[in-house]
């Protein structure tokens, strides 16, 4: 809406052309200076890893700090603070090139939202990155040194139930363990079985619930249960 009245105000000819040089330069700094941040930084930062164990160093690869230097979108930010600059100066003239502002702001958003983000896809398939995800890596690395931590805890305990919960606690230390990146992140270990076996535990409480075998206070009881139950058993609760 704004984009039209600017462009209709701006001069014919070398005015025009001269503006426009301006917004797509100001494009090109936005997108070269994210580069060059983001660059550095990966640079620096995979640097100061030398020292850190192999499996607690963050995977930063060349083609990664690309796709992060490209996704640097502009939107609904830059052209508020565009237009939060006043038309006219506190003596009444009109502020200074504020035309070319709102251009080169709707430049930077156009250039980095419409064709940095329809090229995005076909960048990270070129660049050949997989799905590697470093939060998914490292909740997994924790949760597994940290039920180790509690098998040892237990491990001088030889009494049943010290025993169950190793063997519970093991299963979810091979589960995150073993190097599977596919396996769904907050699935645990039997977690399919143990939902299934959930929907017929609701169900007879239902069952039990109409033949008013049990009352209203103690069904809810008894579904609060199978609540909790399936919180622990992990996946999709849609499942």
Same mark, same amino acid.
């Given at each position: 809406?704004?984009?039209?009245?600017?462009?209709? /105000?701006?001069?014919?000819?070398?005015?025009?052309?001269?503006?426009?040089?301006?917004?797509?330069?100001?494009?090109?700094?936005?997108?070269?200076?994210?580069?060059?941040?983001?660059?550095? $930084?990966?640079?620096?930062?995979?640097?100061?890893?030398?020292?850190?164990?192999?499996?607690? /160093?963050?995977?930063?690869?060349?083609?990664?700090?690309?796709?992060?230097?490209?996704?640097?979108?502009?939107?609904?930010?830059?052209?508020?603070?565009?237009?939060?600059?006043?038309?006219?100066?506190?003596?009444?003239?009109?502020?200074?090139?504020?035309?070319?502002?709102?251009?080169?702001?709707?430049?930077?958003?156009?250039?980095?939202?419409?064709?940095?983000?329809?090229?995005?896809?076909?960048?990270?398939?070129?660049? #050949?990155?997989?799905?590697?995800?470093?939060?998914?890596?490292?909740?997994?690395?924790?949760?597994?040194?940290? $039920?180790?931590?509690?098998?040892?805890?237990?491990?001088?305990?030889?009494?049943?139930?010290?025993?169950?919960?190793?063997?519970?606690?093991?299963?979810?230390?091979?589960?995150?363990?073993?190097?599977?990146?596919?396996?769904?992140?907050?699935?645990?270990?039997?977690?399919?079985?143990? /939902?299934?076996?959930?929907?017929?535990?609701?169900? #007879?409480?239902?069952?039990?619930?109409?033949?008013?075998?049990?009352?209203?206070?103690?069904?809810?009881?008894?579904?609060?249960?199978?609540?909790?139950?399936?919180?622990?058993?992990?996946?999709?609760?849609?499942?």
């Amino acid at each position: 809406m704004q984009l039209r009245p600017i462009w209709e /105000r701006l001069d014919n000819g070398p005015g025009r052309v001269e503006s426009i040089t301006v917004a797509v330069s100001v494009l090109v700094v936005v997108i070269a200076t994210r580069f060059l941040w983001v660059m550095t $930084y990966s640079a620096i930062a995979k640097r100061q890893e030398p020292g850190r164990p192999a499996d607690k /160093r963050a995977k930063r690869t060349w083609g990664g700090s690309v796709v992060v230097s490209w996704a640097g979108m502009r939107g609904i930010v830059t052209l508020a603070a565009a237009f939060a600059i006043p038309e006219t100066l506190p003596d009444g003239s009109a502020f200074p090139c504020r035309d070319l502002i709102l251009l080169s702001a709707f430049s930077v958003v156009f250039g980095t939202l419409v064709i940095q983000g329809l090229t995005m896809k076909p960048i990270i398939r070129m660049l #050949k990155l997989d799905e590697d995800d470093a939060v998914v890596s490292e909740v997994r690395l924790g949760r597994a040194q940290m $039920y180790q931590a509690l098998i040892d805890f237990i491990q001088d305990d030889d009494s049943l139930h010290a025993k169950l919960l190793r063997k519970e606690y093991q299963a979810i230390v091979d589960l995150n363990d073993g190097g599977d990146r596919f396996h769904p992140l907050n699935e645990v270990p039997g977690g399919p079985l143990i /939902r299934s076996a959930l929907a017929q535990a609701r169900h #007879k409480a239902i069952e039990l619930r109409k033949l008013e075998i049990i009352g209203d206070q103690a069904f809810r009881v008894l579904v609060q249960e199978l609540d909790w139950a399936e919180l622990s058993a992990g996946g999709n609760a849609a499942e």
